[in-house]
């Protein structure tokens, strides 16, 4: 394993770009803009799935699949939406290839060109709710609650792993109510769910709030989202929840029967969150040594490394290994034992630092003499020499307060990066030389939202829905504002 | 709901078209080709996803991800590869939508043209051997042993739900090896998984064999397979396991340094299973009532219906239904109490059958006197009335029994309908009558192999690998035959 990882501090984007593709996340693929995502990569990918699928089941949603294609007409059929959405796509024209006869191998049968193109999904509202028209008559076919985990496609010109790729996995989920209220419910519901999931399991504090006009989900009413701060300061907008009100119900014209017998339109809400989440967690807590995984999204929790000088030796600590191992597999924590012996300790300790697994366990002759193992946190890189018959608990214990400890960091940080700019002189100034989420008053302008933009690239990211607002006056009109927003540069 | 369905053995085509829609299992969508599978046929496919998933963990694979799409230009490096799948497949030859200037809403951009046309992936093999080039150098490296769940495009004309649609979801495995016997074992121990699956999860028996020339995978030097036998008699191809030998390294240039410093190319292995087992699911046990699910996929595994008349008794049986329904969580055995009001008990006792519920409980005031509940089976239907005290242990033991006698019906079945033809006249009237498998002699050419094709519509499904063989004669050119292989028609 060769570190060297760009400086951090220095460098960011590099830094990050680096540890993805050393910590064996993912690689930019040959075909353009798509990433391979890589074996250990993708186990973190799925136990985000796990964890976030299982609440969404509990709280009622079910999964379901849909197609991958989207004729072009069905994009046009929501006016805002289309405007979002029908740019940069793969479009599928044709439905052949073949064999050339003047040799120049493999085309594009000209003949076989399709009467109406298709879009490969950049998202699927229309798709789904062109279906719900027909799953939808009556209230009590309401309310549907599906889900569904797949892939999709927005043609991207400058792509990064993770963050910004023209293929990225995501799950989506579509729902359609009776009741404007209920849509609403939903819409919030979802949002509780993905900051519990961002904050309990990948230990990410974030603001919770709703977006501007500006920033809304092209074919939504409102949209909610749930923003994370970077160790650069940047904020990552993690998870997004639409309230779609009417509008894909009109679009499609899904009406359903009141029990009063009349004719209303359904409400609806889309929400979702991707493999971009991944890149978060990279951004969120590593270090310059590598990945600094939460135990509970690290596919392997404690890994075991054996220090020795001879064959007896290997042997004795692979046993203390074994019986530890099934100590762990009762408490379902993962690990693994790095017992190859063509790799030195120091160059094993190096890698699964750089893969971010939360505990090490060193055994050596000494320790075999003395009934005592070495345990090292990932988080805090501290070692502790301790007794071997207490190793259970001790791990035990370790990856709750890894966990916790991680969370606090991140939350620690957010705070210390939060700023209150009193006026337009001071914004620029915080967001030039601090950067972080920058609280100010606006008047709730888009040319205002605009100039500030242009000015110093930092967007609002929401209006937050947790803090009580007191009413101010904007920062760059002076004109009346209803309360606090919340500016940040951001991917 | 309405039951009628078509009757089964007049016209099973129609019987599992119609079973497919009314069991909520998947509907076609509006695109072309492409099915949406509902929430019921999903939970299903998630159950097979989640048991095969941990099967192929368990024997050391891991997940990623690949694109989805594959550059023109790879498919035509493999020759017998391209020949199989550059044909009916989506091409993505433009990036970009815009809005027509003459009005004509949105077109394609002209401007937005691929240099090089993308193909939604039929199956991954040249993309991921092209990123396999990069990940290994040395003996080291290997073996690579990965899987991936994904959604491909082959491009149908006529599609069938489940069974064969433009999209479908699968998994794919790709493995990579040093030496051909590594690579040879893995195939096979993969065939052993997906018939150790098919017959204990899903309660399919299946035949075990090697493809014959003409019906191999387009670029594998074997193809493995498990062959299952549907209730009208025709085969079904379950599951492929494909020996690739060195043909893709070769094909994309993938060597390695042995032990001994010299380069060799890399072995290679690819299988993959369907949604398509889904159909197999049922036409394999479903019956004119509806589906038969076994308990081990059954998304329900027992309904709960309560018979009333007051709102006393209603409270009562609930009562007594939650009481059942702790025992049954203590068991992780799943359940639905179905209390609504506006359907009557009939009523649900036939959506029930339809949804292919192992088992159900019903519960009326009488039994409510007497400590007892009616417990009906699926697969039998029949009823019983027992203690109401004792019900957890014996919904335990049905689940188990319904799931053997399941699988042993479908094995008396297929012993049954597995025929031995003594002469080609023979052949001809056990297919054209009694349909099934059919064991005969074969001259080992494609030309014997396309004339019975030709003649009966009769396919070799297999060469069977699991019954020691004997030599014997062509049943159509008398010439010599190294042993029986298996013919049928097929899916």
Redesign the interface.
Request: aromatic residues 12%; charged residues 15%; hydrophobic residues 50%.
């Given at each position: 394993m060769s570190k060297g990882l760009p400086d951090k501090n220095q460098n960011f984007s590099a830094w990050y770009n680096e540890l993805v593709k050393k910590a064996d996340l993912a690689?930019n693929?040959?075909?353009r803009g798509?990433?391979?995502?890589?074996?250990y990569g993708?186990?973190i990918?799925?136990k985000m799935q796990s964890t976030l699928d299982s609440m969404f089941k509990k709280s009622g949603h079910?999964?379901?699949?849909?197609?991958?294609?989207?004729?072009?007409?069905y994009?046009?059929k929501e006016a805002d939406h289309?405007k979002g959405f029908?740019?940069?796509?793969?479009?599928?024209?044709?439905?052949?290839?073949i064999n050339d006869d003047k040799g120049k191998?493999?085309i594009?049968d000209p003949k076989a060109k399709l009467e109406e193109?298709?879009?490969?999904r950049p998202t699927s509202e229309t798709?789904i709710w062109?279906?719900y028209k027909n799953w939808i008559q009556s209230y009590r076919d309401l309310p549907i609650l599906?889900n569904q985990w797949?892939?999709v496609?927005r043609?991207e010109m400058r792509t990064r792993l993770f963050l910004r790729t023209s293929?990225f996995?995501w799950q989506e989920g579509h729902t359609a109510h009776s009741t404007k209220e209920e849509a609403k419910e939903e819409t919030l519901k979802i949002l509780d769910i993905y900051s519990e999931f961002l904050e309990k399991t990948m230990a990410i504090p974030v603001l919770k709030g709703i977006k501007s006009e500006n920033e809304k989900f092209a074919g939504a009413v409102e949209t909610f989202c749930v923003e994370a701060l970077m160790q650069d300061g940047k904020a990552l907008q993690a998870g997004t929840s639409h309230f779609l009100g009417q509008n894909f119900a009109k679009a499609f014209n899904v009406q359903f029967s009141t029990p009063q017998g009349k004719k209303e339109y359904v409400w609806g809400t889309s929400w979702g969150v991707s493999t971009r989440l991944v890149g978060a967690l990279v951004m969120a807590h590593s270090d310059e040594k590598g990945l600094v995984l939460p135990p509970n999204l690290a596919p392997i929790q404690v890994v075991m490394i054996p220090i020795f000088n001879n064959e007896k030796e290997y042997e004795k600590i692979n046993n203390a290994f074994n019986k530890i191992a099934s100590q762990l597999d009762n408490k379902n924590i993962s690990y693994k034992i790095d017992n190859r012996k063509?790799n030195k300790p120091g160059w094993k300790f190096a890698e699964y630092e750089l893969k971010g697994v939360p505990i090490r366990l060193a055994l050596g002759p000494k320790d075999l003499e003395n009934n005592t193992i070495e345990i090292t946190r990932r988080d805090t890189l501290k070692k502790e020499t301790t007794n071997i018959k207490s190793i259970r608990d001790k791990i035990s214990n370790y990856l709750i307060e890894i966990q916790n400890n991680i969370y606090k960091k991140a939350n620690d940080f957010k705070n210390k990066n939060s700023h209150t700019a009193k006026n337009y002189e001071d914004f620029k100034n915080i967001i030039k030389n601090k950067s972080g989420f920058v609280y100010a008053h606006w008047d709730g302008t888009v040319e205002t939202e605009e100039k500030i933009k242009k000015e110093t690239k930092a967007t609002i990211r929401c209006i937050p829905i947790t803090k009580k607002q007191n009413e101010g006056k904007c920062i760059v009109t002076g004109k009346k504002s209803k309360g606090m927003v919340v500016f940040a540069k951001a991917y």
């Open positions: 690689e693929s040959s075909v798509c990433m391979v995502i890589k074996p993708f186990s990918w799925e079910q999964n379901a699949y849909f197609p991958l294609f989207v004729p072009k007409s994009l046009s289309v029908a740019k940069e796509c793969a479009v599928v024209t044709h439905y052949r290839l191998g493999l594009v193109e298709l879009i490969v798709v062109n279906t599906i797949a892939n496609v043609w293929e996995l063509n």
